[in-house]
């Protein structure tokens, strides 16, 4: 059964610093690997997503990379700015299996 | 902008009640799923429908149950609520060909 962790729980950084979440996952047989940000009472949006066969891709001040063999994924956030506030969830699936969610990282920038 | 409508955005219900919740999603996303996510955790998967039929389910009771319509509607229904129902409810899309899943806003439902 695949679990997925996320790393830390929660974040508090100064603004205009760069930061790292970490997601880590146990069944390395993976299909993608999405981050999504959530914003508190909303729903989800993509942030990234990352096929298999991929290493890494960006989005602007975002940069998720993937290595499937140790079942890690990181997400780096450059430059960080009071809107990047948010819950920031990473979720895995195989194949047509739903996607399964890691409980998240609440990241506070404070101005 | 997801084009994932839900409705409604906010509810509360006695335990022991039935609930439907509402979602609408793109033209053309024949996949449709729900997601339950209680306060601090991250969201599961209850079941999904891809044309009307439901070809996924999670570890929910029977008394979670869905549909999915021909304009690309569907609905979660929860009879006999019970307190830990408590929770937003997510409902997601995607198309045959893509790999991007899209997220409603979400429904809170309050059991009491």
């Known amino acids: 059964k695949q679990e997925v962790t996320q790393i830390p729980a929660a974040l508090s950084v100064p603004e205009g610093e760069n930061l790292v979440l970490n997601c880590s996952f146990t069944?390395?047989?993976?299909?993608?690997l999405q981050w999504f940000r959530q914003d508190p009472g909303k729903g989800l949006t993509s942030l990234l997503l990352?096929?298999?066969?991929?290493r890494e891709q960006t989005s602007g001040r975002l940069n998720a990379s993937l290595d499937k063999s140790s079942g890690r994924s990181t997400l780096y956030i450059a430059a960080s700015q009071p809107g990047d506030s948010a819950t920031y969830l990473c979720?895995?699936?195989?194949?047509?299996?739903?996607?399964?969610f890691g409980k998240g990282t609440r990241l506070s920038v404070i101005a | 902008e997801t084009g994932v409508t839900q409705s409604p955005t906010h509810l509360i219900k006695t335990r022991g009640q039935q609930v439907t919740l509402r979602c609408s999603s793109q033209?053309?996303?024949?996949?449709v799923s729900w997601y339950q996510q209680a306060l601090g955790q991250g969201p599961q998967f209850i079941f999904q429908?891809?044309?009307?039929?439901?070809?996924g389910r999670g570890n929910f009771p029977p008394r979670f149950s869905g549909l999915q319509f021909p304009n690309y509607s569907s609905e979660l229904n929860v009879n006999a609520l019970e307190l830990d129902d408590s929770a937003l409810y997510l409902c997601?899309?995607?198309?045959?060909?893509?790999?991007?899943?899209?997220f409603g806003e979400g429904s809170w439902l309050t059991v009491v």
């Open positions: 997601a899309s995607t198309s045959d060909s893509g790999n991007t899943i899209y």
């Open positions: 069944d390395s047989a993976i299909y993608n």
């Open positions: 990352i096929q298999s066969s991929q």
């Open positions: 979720a895995v699936n195989s194949g047509n299996t739903p996607l399964v």
């Open positions: 033209s053309g996303h024949n996949t």
């Open positions: 429908y891809y044309r009307e039929e439901e070809n």
